[in-house]
């Protein structure tokens, strides 16, 4: 088949690659031009395991990037991967969406005879590809749904690992009112093994909502019985693992720690929350999945202060600033609100992270950015673990270097006798 693929991010550029990888002729349209570059020289703007090889095998062959609009003309299928940014209240920003649906229809408006499946990947509140794709593609195309097909596709791609996850699906979502246009969809993932799952338009846009909300409150829900443990000396590491041996609940999600990060579950359980408000509807359970994780990081720093009395003129090393390891991803990061809370009370921060100094430094300029765990530990007052590095778990002697051995772990990595976790 041949696909154009509007938006180069890490989901737009996975999938792109991905869908190359097995057969399919793939144009990416970005507005970026050093991203088209990037990506036209097999150079992955973004890190992500197995892309350079896939980008290696693909580009010059069935894989090319472009600033402009024009290969929507002989594609099959046009999909909608753009980014959708959380507005001031909390609500998904759609602008990029109408841009990418009002610039494939004027193409498709100046080619005849071809049927033409537009699928949004991004995440978008349900009613979204209804009531805001289809008539911008239809006014800018000045054609028909009998010409056009819309479906909505969401991704359940995990940062760091999406290029395994695209290729090994939990299920795929095909979500459509036209079954010409979700059977023309599901061909698409003919070389991949998945099971697929055909619903209305909404449910599939609300599918991902859904999930990336459930996987939040896990986490939040495991936190906070992880703060109820530590209070009654329980080890909420063993509790969880008791409790996810149910299958019901499964173990996955239930690692207690400082609070989830990045660019999805906070973003989108807040879109979910501000949908809900819109509705009349006051959504308390996921008010209180944002609550406990606003509030889990500045345990990190209660802790630490009862442990080394007032924080003024301390030096405390943070260790770890991208939002999970194996990214340098610091979107909202659990770093971001310790670091504040350490600078408001004085503190001198010496911080260290594997990949993602060079982004913290343009949030906290002050800061000071060390090249190894050591100099970041050398002769300080207290140290923060706020990133499941793997390298972190190695750490042990490096602690000798502090000048008090004061060790809060915010993400249970280590192994040594003298650490305290956030939650155990
Ligand atoms: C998440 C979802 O896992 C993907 O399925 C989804 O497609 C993606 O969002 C998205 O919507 O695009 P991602 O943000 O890459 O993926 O990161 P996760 O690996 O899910 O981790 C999110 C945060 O939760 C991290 O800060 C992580 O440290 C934290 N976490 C995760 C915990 O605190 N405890 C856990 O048990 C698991």
Same mark, same amino acid.
């Given at each position: 088949?041949?696909?154009? &693929? &509007?938006?180069?991010?890490?989901?737009?550029?996975?999938?792109?690659a991905c869908f190359a990888d097995t057969g399919h002729f793939v144009t990416i349209v970005d507005t970026d031009p050093v991203k088209?570059?990037?990506?036209?020289?097999?150079?992955?703007?973004?890190?992500?395991?197995?892309?350079?090889?896939?980008?290696? +095998? !693909?580009?010059?062959?069935?894989? %090319?990037?472009? !600033?402009?609009?024009?290969?929507?003309?002989?594609?099959?299928?046009?999909?909608?991967?753009?980014?959708?940014?959380?507005?001031?209240?909390?609500?998904?920003?759609?602008?990029?969406?109408?841009?990418?649906? %009002?610039?494939?229809?004027?193409?498709?408006?100046?080619?005849?005879?071809?049927?033409?499946?537009?699928? &949004?990947?991004?995440?978008?509140?349900?009613?979204?590809?209804?009531?805001?794709?289809?008539?911008?593609? *239809?006014?800018?195309?000045?054609?028909?749904?009998?010409?056009?097909? $819309?479906?909505?596709?969401?991704?359940?791609?995990?940062?760091?690992? #999406?290029?395994?996850?695209?290729?090994?699906?939990?299920?795929?979502?095909?979500?459509?009112?036209?079954?010409?246009?979700?059977?023309?969809?599901?061909?698409?993932?003919?070389?991949?093994?998945?099971?697929?799952?055909?619903?209305?338009?909404?449910?599939?846009?609300?599918?991902?909502?859904?999930?990336?909300?459930?996987?939040?409150?896990?986490?939040? $829900?495991?936190?906070?019985?992880?703060?109820?443990?530590?209070?009654?000396?329980?080890?909420?590491?063993?509790?969880?693992?008791?409790?996810?041996?149910?299958?019901?609940?499964?173990?996955? $999600?239930?690692?207690?720690?400082?609070? $989830?990060?990045?660019?999805?579950?906070?973003?989108?359980?807040? #879109?979910?929350?501000? *949908?809900?408000?819109?509705?009349?509807?006051?959504?308390?359970?996921?008010?209180?999945?944002?609550?406990?994780?606003?509030?889990?990081?500045?345990?990190?720093?209660?802790?630490?202060?009862? +442990?080394?009395?007032?924080?003024?003129?301390?030096?405390?090393?943070?260790?770890?600033?991208?939002?999970?390891?194996?990214?340098?991803?610091?979107?909202?990061?659990?770093?971001?609100? &310790?670091?504040?809370?350490? *600078?408001?009370?004085? #503190?001198?921060?010496? #911080?260290?992270?594997?990949?993602?100094?060079?982004?913290?430094?343009?949030?906290?300029?002050?800061?000071?950015?060390? %090249?190894?765990?050591?100099?970041?530990?050398?002769?300080?007052?207290?140290?923060?673990?706020?990133?499941?590095?793997?390298?972190?778990?190695?750490?042990?002697?490096?602690?000798?270097?502090?000048?008090?051995?004061?060790?809060?772990?915010?993400? +249970?990595?280590?192994?040594?006798?003298?650490?305290?976790?956030?939650?155990?």
């Amino acid at each position: 088949m041949r696909i154009t &693929v &509007v938006g180069g991010g890490y989901v737009g550029l996975v999938s792109a690659a991905c869908f190359a990888d097995t057969g399919h002729f793939v144009t990416i349209v970005d507005t970026d031009p050093v991203k088209v570059d990037m990506i036209n020289s097999k150079k992955p703007p973004i890190y992500e395991k197995g892309l350079l090889d896939i980008l290696k +095998r !693909t580009v010059g062959k069935n894989l %090319s990037a472009s !600033t402009e609009y024009e290969s929507v003309t002989d594609s099959d299928i046009s999909l909608i991967c753009v980014g959708t940014p959380p507005g001031e209240d909390g609500s998904a920003n759609l602008e990029y969406i109408r841009a990418a649906a %009002s610039s494939i229809g004027t193409i498709i408006g100046k080619t005849t005879g071809r049927y033409h499946v537009v699928a &949004v990947k991004s995440t978008v509140p349900p009613g979204t590809t209804e009531n805001i794709v289809k008539p911008y593609v *239809l006014k800018s195309s000045k054609k028909t749904d009998d010409d056009i097909g $819309f479906v909505m596709n969401p991704e359940f791609l995990r940062e760091g690992l #999406a290029v395994y996850d695209f290729m090994n699906p939990d299920r795929i979502v095909i979500g459509s009112k036209s079954r010409k246009a979700a059977d023309i969809a599901e061909k698409l993932y003919s070389g991949i093994k998945g099971e697929i799952l055909h619903t209305e338009t909404t449910a599939a846009e609300m599918i991902k909502y859904t999930s990336n909300a459930f996987l939040a409150t896990k986490i939040s $829900f495991s936190n906070e019985i992880g703060n109820i443990c530590k209070i009654l000396g329980i080890d909420v590491y063993d509790v969880m693992k008791g409790v996810g041996m149910d299958h019901r609940i499964s173990p996955f $999600f239930l690692n207690a720690g400082a609070g $989830f990060g990045g660019s999805c579950f906070p973003k989108d359980v807040s #879109a979910l929350v501000s *949908l809900a408000k819109s509705k009349g509807i006051n959504p308390v359970l996921l008010n209180s999945v944002l609550d406990v994780n606003e509030n889990q990081p500045l345990k990190m720093v209660e802790i630490l202060e009862k +442990r080394t009395g007032p924080l003024k003129n301390k030096k405390i090393a943070v260790l770890g600033l991208a939002f999970k390891d194996n990214t340098d991803d610091i979107r909202d990061s659990r770093s971001i609100p &310790v670091i504040c809370a350490l *600078l408001k009370k004085g #503190a001198q921060v010496s #911080a260290y992270d594997p990949m993602a100094t060079n982004t913290m430094r343009k949030v906290y300029p002050d800061v000071e950015y060390c %090249s190894s765990s050591s100099d970041a530990l050398c002769d300080a007052d207290g140290c923060l673990i706020m990133t499941e590095w793997p390298e972190f778990s190695e750490l042990n002697d490096e602690f000798n270097l502090m000048k008090s051995k004061v060790i809060i772990e915010g993400r +249970r990595i280590l192994s040594i006798n003298e650490r305290e976790g956030i939650c155990w």
